[in-house]
Each structure stands twice: as structure tokens, then as C-alpha cells.
């Protein structure tokens, strides 16, 4: 009987042991559970779509703003592959970049610096936004997170972050982590992160707040939050709290330019963005704050420049008037001189050739050549100020079809000659038709002239790529020149070979130029004595 009641009572031990076990195993999981919906309340409450994923690109987390944004359920997206909140036609790239900001050593930094990024959301429709990433190290891993912010409306507010729960019991790992979670994310923001208590004290700050203001860690938290700006802006208000009073009364979500004073007195430009948030019984103000000096000298730059643009403007209306004078000029006042003295010298040669010897009847012939070449020297120097004054009229242009007929009429005017010609089918670009025009008959008029020594002649025009870009050639088996020169090719006036062997002005190739510059494209040579030449240009 003893022996009995003995192992009752022991019994009855192991069940009360496994009672308080079973209690306070449900009591840490019920911690758990809290911390992880107190981790999704605050993540819901950041003002930006806020999307977690894996190294691999697949989605494990996102955020109420996110649905918002994006117009996707969160249920839908967890485990799909980032991409699908990227328009097609930048996915590939975009998997390019995530690969390479994933394999080199990840760093907080904005995506796409310079560029202009776009957005997907699920009816299609595409929306510029402002990207930040983040890595954080966790129990699986490391996981990106990626602030995206629709930049439409400029509501560049970070994320909201509720109160971060202080009172977690200390002995509970997975409480512990949880917390050193949100410390890491807010600590990998891209703004300073301030939170202050309806005191206006500052009861948490990130280490971009810490490093903006120019304090230590932790130096910040415990200060009154107003003693971060300048002290003319710090109104007496009683001992009341002035901040906390002020955001209550202006509201939820508001953005405001103000100024911050640093630790040794130095005062600069702020944006920034406060939200209520609140936490238990007690509200707290969180605020995200952005150094606006940089851009603030931007748009200074800008305005100078555009200053700049606008006298630059004045002074070229100027040189086109007095282009357009000269211009006048030219065609009337030394056309007529020109067309005088070759007519008189045709009448000496005509009317008494008879009184005039072998001497006599060559000067007035290069009299003649002389003032037939100074009337081509105007016609071509007026056709080069009327292309530099020329608006672009773009359209759609056949190059392939252009060189052919170009290469049949030079074909036509000289039957006799043999020449192998090659165009490649097809190439069609945007560009004043007209301009593009005068380009092709100064190229393939200069490649006919200069292959005029060749048996047979050969003179191709094809496409190529430079720089990744489509880049036209015409290229020839003909005299070409010597790279040494190439620096003045394009000047006008500016010969390789002497005029006796090719006649020309010089102007031609200046001429072409001009065009290209016009399209926004460049132009440039390759050749070598007696070895051809090719004559590139981009559009």
C-alpha cells in the first residue's frame, strides 16, 4: 500500500511537469507568433511597397503597400520570381543586375542610379518608381529587400516602422532576433530614421540619423528631437511638446523642407517625412529624413544653365542673321563680278582669238577655270550655311534604296567604266530625307571619283555595329589617303589629293558632317594610301 501511494504521487509529479512544460512551450510560441504579426504590422505600415526576396530573385515577402502598388495579392506573389513587377521589355536586364548585386559582396545602395526605372503593375500598365536595395543576413540566409517608392506623386516617404517592441523578454532567442531584425533593416536604410515620444524626446535613431547630425551611437536617443534644428526655429511653446503637438495637428504622412543643424552648428537642407504610429497605448512619431543639399546645388547648376542656354540662345540668333547677311552677299555681290569676268574672257577667246597667240588664248582659259572654280567654291559654300540653318524634318528614309539609284545615275554618266557595286538590302533609318540625301551623293560621289584608277572599281555600302549602336560604311578599293591627316578631312576646304588628279572643292565632306552632327550621329574615316578608304557614320 505504501508502495502504491508512492508511485501515485510520483505520477502525479511527471503530470504536473509536463503541464507547466507543455504551458510555457504554448506561451513562447504564443511570443513568437505575436513578435512575427507585430513584424508584419509594422512592415504594412511602411509608407513604400516593401519586397523581401531570396538570393535566387524569389519572392518570400511583401508588404500591404505593395498589393497597392503593384495590384497584386501578397498570396499571388509570394514565391514568384521578382521579375514579374518589372515591364518585359527590362526583365532581362534586370535579372542581369539583380545576378551581379547578389554575387558582389551586396551593399546598401540605390538600383539604377541615372536611370529611368518602371514598374508593372497587374493590369498591365507601367509607373516610374525609385528603387532602394538591402541586404540582411537572417537564420536562412541572406534576403534583399527592395524599397520601391512610385515617384508619380513624389511621396518619397521610407518605410513606417511601429514602435519596436523594448520589453521582449531577453532570455527568448526568437524574440531577440526578431527585434535585432527590425534594428537591421532600419539600420540598412537608405534616409536617417528618427522615433520620438510624445515628450519629443528620441527614443530610437538609425546610423544614417547618427552620421547626418554628426553624432556617436546612441548619442542621439534621449535628446529632445527640436535640438535638431537650428534654434531660431525652436518656438517656446510652455514646456509643451512642440513637435509631437505639431505633427498631430498637421496629420498623417506629411512631407515637409526644412533645416537641420549638425552637432557642430552647421545648418543644411532637409526633406523630410513624418507618420504617426501607434504602439500599445502610446503613439509615436516616426520620421525619415533626406540631406537635400546636393540637390539643392543641382537645380542651382540647372538654373545657371539654363541662364547660360538662354544667352548662348541670344548670341547664335545673332551669328544667324549675320549668316544669313553674308549669305546675301555672297550669292549677289560676287556672283556677278565672277559671271562678268567669264563671260568677257569667252568673248576674247571667241571674238579675237585670231589677234591672240598660244600664250594669250591659255591665260584666258584659266581665267576662265579660275572664275568657274570660285562660282562652284560660293554654290558650295552657300549649300553648307543653308544645311547648318536647316531644321530636321525626320522621317522615314531607304538608305539602300537611295544608294542604289545614286550609284545608277554615276553608272549611267560614265557606261564605259567597269565597277563592281555591292548594297546591302533593307536599311532603313529616321532622319531628314533631303539631308540624308546630300550625305549619300558626297560619299558615293567621292567613292566613284576616287576609284576612277581601279579595274574593276569596287564600291560598297553596308551596316555595321559600333559601340552597340548601328553604324553605316560606304567603302571603296580607291586611291584612300593617309591616317596621319585624317584630323582635317572634314574641315572645310581641306583636300588629301591634289586638285589637277580629283577635282573638288573641299566642301563636300564638311558638308556631311554637318548633316550627321545634325541627326545627332558622328562620322569618321578609315583608310591608306592606294588601299581604299571607308567612310562610317551613326545616326
Known amino acids: 500500500m505504501i508502495a502504491f501511494g508512492v508511485a501515485a504521487a510520483l505520477l502525479a509529479l511527471v503530470a504536473s511537469l509536463i503541464a507547466r512544460h507543455r504551458t510555457a512551450r504554448l506561451t513562447a510560441e504564443q511570443q513568437i507568433r505575436n513578435s512575427e504579426a507585430r513584424f508584419r504590422g509594422l512592415l504594412d505600415s511602411a509608407p513604400d511597397a516593401v519586397v523581401v526576396t531570396s538570393k535566387e530573385g524569389e519572392i518570400v515577402?511583401?508588404?500591404?503597400?505593395?498589393?497597392?502598388?503593384f495590384g497584386h495579392p501578397r498570396n499571388r506573389l509570394t514565391g514568384q520570381p521578382v521579375e514579374i513587377l518589372v515591364p518585359e521589355r527590362f526583365r532581362g536586364r534586370h535579372t542581369s543586375y539583380r545576378r551581379g548585386y547578389v554575387s558582389e559582396n551586396p551593399q546598401v545602395r540605390s538600383m539604377g542610379a541615372g536611370l529611368d526605372l518602371y514598374g508593372l503593375r497587374a493590369d498591365g500598365t507601367e509607373f516610374p518608381v525609385e528603387i532602394s536595395l538591402s541586404p540582411v543576413q537572417t537564420s536562412d540566409g541572406v534576403l534583399i529587400v527592395s524599397n520601391s517608392r512610385d515617384v508619380t506623386q513624389r511621396r518619397e516617404a521610407e518605410q513606417k516602422i511601429k514602435e519596436l517592441n523594448q520589453r521582449l523578454a531577453q532570455d527568448n532567442e526568437a524574440l531577440r532576433d526578431s527585434e535585432a531584425r527590425f534594428r537591421g533593416l532600419l539600420d540598412l536604410a537608405p534616409d536617417a530614421v528618427i522615433i520620438s515620444n510624445k515628450n519629443d524626446e528620441i527614443v530610437f535613431s538609425n546610423k544614417q540619423a547618427e552620421q547626418l547630425y554628426g553624432y556617436g551611437p546612441g548619442e542621439l536617443v534621449g535628446r529632445n528631437v527640436l535640438t535638431l534644428n537650428p534654434e531660431r526655429y525652436r518656438e517656446g511653446n510652455g514646456g509643451r511638446p512642440i513637435y509631437f503637438e505639431t505633427v498631430r495637428a498637421t496629420g498623417l504622412d506629411s512631407q515637409f523642407i526644412l533645416t537641420g543643424m549638425r552637432s557642430n552648428g552647421a545648418e543644411?537642407?532637409?526633406?523630410?517625412?513624418?507618420?504617426?504610429?501607434?504602439?500599445?497605448?502610446?503613439?509615436?512619431i516616426f520620421t525619415d529624413i533626406r540631406d537635400i543639399t546636393e540637390q539643392r546645388e543641382t537645380a542651382k547648376k540647372l538654373q545657371q544653365l539654363n541662364e547660360r542656354l538662354v544667352r548662348d540662345n541670344n548670341e547664335l540668333?545673332?551669328?544667324?542673321?549675320?549668316?544669313?547677311a553674308f549669305s546675301y552677299s555672297v550669292s549677289h555681290d560676287l556672283r556677278a563680278p565672277l559671271r562678268a569676268i567669264d563671260g568677257f574672257s569667252q568673248a576674247l577667246l571667241e571674238d579675237y582669238a585670231d589677234r591672240l597667240d598660244t600664250s594669250g588664248q591659255d591665260y584666258l582659259s584659266r581665267v576662265r577655270k579660275a572664275a568657274q572654280r570660285m562660282g562652284e567654291l560660293i554654290d558650295d559654300l552657300l549649300k553648307l550655311a543653308r544645311i547648318t540653318?536647316?531644321?530636321?524634318?525626320?522621317?522615314?528614309?531607304?538608305?539602300?534604296?537611295?544608294?542604289?539609284?545614286?550609284?545608277?545615275q554615276l553608272q549611267q554618266g560614265d557606261p564605259q567604266r567597269a565597277a563592281e557595286?555591292?548594297?546591302a538590302p533593307g536599311m532603313t533609318v529616321q532622319g531628314d530625307p533631303r539631308l540624308l540625301r546630300i550625305v549619300m551623293e558626297n560619299l558615293l560621289n567621292n567613292a566613284w571619283k576616287f576609284t576612277a584608277g581601279k579595274t574593276p572599281a569596287r564600291i560598297e555600302f553596308g551596316q555595321t555595329e559600333r559601340n552597340g549602336a548601328p553604324a553605316y560604311v560606304v567603302r571603296d578599293n580607291g586611291a584612300g589617303?593617309?591616317?596621319?591627316?585624317?584630323?582635317?578631312?572634314?574641315?572645310?576646304?581641306?583636300?588629301?589629293?591634289?586638285?589637277?588628279?580629283?577635282?573638288g572643292t573641299g566642301i563636300g565632306l564638311a558638308t556631311v558632317q554637318r548633316i550627321i552632327h545634325k541627326h545627332g550621329g558622328n562620322v569618321w574615316a578609315?583608310?591608306?594610301?592606294?588601299?581604299?578608304?571607308?567612310f562610317y557614320f551613326t545616326l
Open 268 to 284: 543644411f537642407p532637409i526633406e523630410i517625412t513624418f507618420s504617426c504610429v501607434e504602439s500599445g497605448q502610446e503613439i509615436l
Open 317 to 324: 540668333d545673332v551669328l544667324n542673321r549675320e549668316l544669313e
Open 421 to 423: 557595286i555591292v548594297v
Open 389 to 408: 540653318r536647316a531644321e530636321i524634318n525626320a522621317g522615314e528614309v531607304d538608305l539602300s534604296a537611295l544608294a542604289e539609284e545614286i550609284l545608277e
Open 61 to 69: 515577402l511583401v508588404n500591404a503597400q505593395t498589393e497597392q502598388l
Open 526 to 534: 578609315e583608310a591608306a594610301p592606294d588601299q581604299g578608304a571607308a
Open 481 to 503: 589617303f593617309d591616317m596621319a591627316h585624317a584630323g582635317k578631312l572634314f574641315g572645310a576646304f581641306q583636300r588629301m589629293h591634289d586638285a589637277s588628279e580629283f577635282p
